[in-house]
């Protein structure tokens, strides 16, 4: 069973799901083993539905997602897909409820549908997953520019954003399933965060939401925080979108590494309360890879 939230971080969700049809969790019955023998209850779980990503008409991918934040969603995930270059290029979003899941209309530039199109992918994502349906190797491993450089986070400015991070962190609070992503200041302080079943839309999310807030240098000076490990395909995406330094609470994977040194970013894994590995600093791509 999932402990309660706080009064001030159960407004905060509420507030933040106001504006979607579809609650990102529910109620369902338990009975519990173990203390209490044969407790009945009632326990808080995420949802998960199908959220199809819609270009000019065309949908495009179907990604398994926590059904809140869509508009950032939307932003984000075309930004570090590379399907669009500029948050200027998303014209419009609609949010389509239907019984089967939620479509995501989006208007775009007519230089990157054309784009879009000629990459000929048709993803089926499960939880978050960007890489089903891919049609070559070629297309997995993105070629990315350089991020501008920036200044590993001090050790204090990571163990306090990791110990805000929970806080920000409602959906999780209640039901114990879904991941988070923030944004931190230099000096630790979490700026935004969203929230999501999936870890690269929790990513996606707040990468939306970010620029929409604070426009293409959103991510010029502080680092993010993710609540999983860090796969290549975070690193990916953080880069794509500027971001220099990528702090995540579990271990990085050795493409990711290896991704992250290429790109120049500072990554960081196993952070943890008085603990946390700098796995690339700056500029090192002479290092050997691991």
């Not at 989006?106 to 784009?115: E, L, P, S, T, V």
Request: aromatic share 4%; net charge neutral.
């Amino acid at each position: 069973m999932q402990t309660h939230a706080s009064s001030q971080a159960m407004a905060a969700m509420e507030d933040s799901f106001a504006s979607h049809s579809r609650s990102p969790m529910s109620e369902t019955r338990v009975s519990v083993r173990g203390g209490i023998e044969g407790a009945r209850s009632r326990d808080r779980v995420a949802e998960e539905v199908p959220v199809a990503m819609v270009y000019n008409g065309v949908s495009h991918a179907v990604m398994m997602a926590s059904p809140c934040d869509l508009e950032d969603f939307a932003l984000g995930f075309s930004l570090s897909e590379g399907i669009l270059q500029r948050p200027d290029q998303l014209f419009s979003v609609e949010i389509k409820p239907g019984e089967d899941g939620i479509e995501v209309d989006m208007h775009i530039a007519g230089d990157c549908y054309a784009r879009l199109r000629e990459q000929r992918r048709n993803m089926a994502g499960r939880t978050g997953c960007g890489l089903c349906g891919t049609e070559s190797l070629a297309h997995v491993v993105r070629t990315l520019e350089r991020v501008a450089p920036q200044p590993l986070p001090s050790d204090n400015a990571v163990q306090d954003a990791l110990k805000n991070l929970k806080k920000s962190q409602p959906l999780q609070l209640q039901t114990g399933a879904t991941h988070g992503a923030a944004w931190c200041d230099s000096q630790g302080r979490i700026v935004r965060a969203r929230e999501d079943v999936g870890r690269h839309n929790a990513l996606d999310k707040l990468i939306g939401a970010h620029i929409r807030e604070r426009g293409e240098q959103a991510f010029s000076n502080g680092f993010a925080l993710i609540s999983s490990r860090a796969s290549f395909e975070m690193v990916q995406k953080s880069a794509s979108v500027g971001i220099g330094n990528l702090v995540a609470v579990s271990a990085p994977t050795a493409l990711a590494i290896r991704e992250a040194r290429k790109s120049g970013m500072n990554l960081i894994g196993f952070a943890r309360p008085g603990r946390h590995v700098i796995y690339t600093s700056g500029d090192d791509t002479a290092q050997e890879n691991p």
